[in-house]
């Protein structure tokens, strides 16, 4: 079977009961098993989960079934009307689903909500089953004398709290409150298969609050646009070098050292000049020759005109008009590449390097994508320690604050916003790519804590305009799948790329990697 067959079996006997009921809505059994997802992160989590069953194998079917019928066992006989008040965790899920196991209806409470009005709402869904984290029901059985007298709390037989070992005084009090059974549920423990799961979760919502910034692209647009761009830059490089009297002839070869000598390439510059001739040659602008001792041998092309050169960035400016991206970021490639032949000779100083002019057009997605799983990080962390970021290197066209912007949604005075290592281990590192795989991965790996995630910026295809406006010495880019090896070699057990692949905005050659260490 596809899915656990006894909760299938479950909600296929509840039918067209509520089986979830959540901000007033109410989702029967037949709802869940058809994909129908309620509102809110807890019910969503749950539909999810339901789904999820589909796709497991046999023995994963089985452990599943094992570990539910074991909660649903602690929840007891029926009737149950389960009310949660806990955040998303994988307990709650799992609760939640030992409830409709044994055949119970699920309310999903704001566990954000007044005290006052979470133990009203306990009181009007005739709640027979409470769970809740430790702290939240401390508060509850707090409240002053009448607003617990004034709610009717003669249904409720189990309140089932999750947290710490309890003082004596507190549990007197909760029964005192709430006339009900106490059960305790030490904290779960953090391990591979949770931390797993809260990575999925996490860069779910990533994926979900940043789909918006794909709307009213197509996937043959930025494909155009890539080639256009990239023909439109190599055209202009051999240009620039065919105006420096070199490559007009395909009979002629030129060694490089003579190549860069004939057209009085500037010490700073010669390595740029030397990635632009090995950039043509594999695209086959020009060819490359084993010169021997003397090494590569480079012969040219048909001689290219200004007009012709021009006319190149046509199709580029239509495509990237139509929605890609603003048009400040594309005119820098443009103005940069007039600049080159004064560039390479030394008569005009470099300009700070920018990114790819493609970021700019993923920079929404992107940025909302890692500012979703920087501020989610921090509102999970729960540790006795302040949670330790660390941002590194990370260039997304001007927004570099998308970390501060996304620590700072909610002030936590225990999350720490370094921007240089201090010696120390990290909860989470954020960096942007500047060198191979090899080299990058193994050394951010390296500052993070046990458990800590890294947040990896990291180019997956060749921006050939880089060539004109990017740092001469920057990282060859290399295909996700060199990402994914590197992180994994490095001890990152679990990896997942935003965007996933087949999503169009993968095509504009930026990933985000997400990994965790053990």
Known sequence: MPTTPALVSALRELGDRPAVVA???AISGIGLLLGVSPPGGLPRALAQRVAEHAALAPSAARAAEQRLRYWAGVLGPPPIRHTLLHPVTDLAVDLALATLLAGGTVHCGDPEQPPEDQLAAVAANRTTHLSLPS??????????GPAARDVNLDALRLVLHVG??????DVYAAVDALGAVLAHVRAPDSNAEAADRRLRAATDAATAAAWKHSIGITAEQVREFGTHLDRAVLHALLLTLQQAGVLTDPERGHPEAELLATAMVTPAQRPRVSRWLDALARHGLITRHDGGAQGAVYRGGPGLTA?????????????????????AALDRVRRGALRLPRLISGEEPPRPATAPVRRAAARGYLATALGTLVRGTAEAHAGPAPLRVLELALDLDGAETVVARALAARPRPDAEHHVTPDGGRYDVVVAGATRPPEDEVPALVRLLAPGGRLLLLAPTAEHLDLLITGDPQ????????????ALTAAGCPTVRALPEDGHLMGLLGQRLFVARVD
């Open 23 to 25: 901000d007033g809505r």
């Open 135 to 144: 702290a939240l029901l401390w508060r509850l059985s707090r409240l002053p």
């Open 164 to 169: 710490p070992e309890p003082r004596q005084e």
């Open 307 to 327: 007009a012709e050169v021009r006319e190149t960035w046509r199709p580029v400016v239509e495509t990237w008009a139509d929605g890609l991206g603003p048009a």
């Open 474 to 485: 920057a990282a060859t880019a290399r295909p996700a799948e060199h990402w994914q090896t």
